[in-house]
């Protein structure tokens, strides 16, 4: 069996990796427009967004949840497989949460 990504999270991965290879001056940014101005997604907006999906998905795991639990569905396969991706999903943004304070502790730390 096999679990498929969500589309928030591929798309909050893809972003990671397009940045790590920005930072790293691998390649130049994409959101960078042929006159040269910078497009106007900042990161506490990618952030926010990730979060409210993420708040989503769990959401509706608990009302699939609830609704097997009052016998109103017998889809429990289906709300133990959403209940499982909110789970992941609240997993990857607190390794997200967890490497950018981690980042910010390092850059604090820099000596001037």
Known sequence: MQVEMLASQATLLGRMDEMSHVAAGEIAP?????G???AATSFADVFSSAIH?????QNSAAA???AVELGQS???VGA???AQKAGLSFSALVQARNKVMTGFDDIM???L
């Open 53 to 57: 999906q993420v708040n989503s998905v």
């Open 109 to 111: 730390n820099m000596a």
């Open 74 to 76: 017998t889809d429990m």
């Open 30 to 34: 994409a959101s960078l427009a042929a």
């Open 64 to 66: 699939q949840m609830q």
């Open 36 to 38: 040269g101005e910078v």
């Open 80 to 82: 133990m497989i959403t």
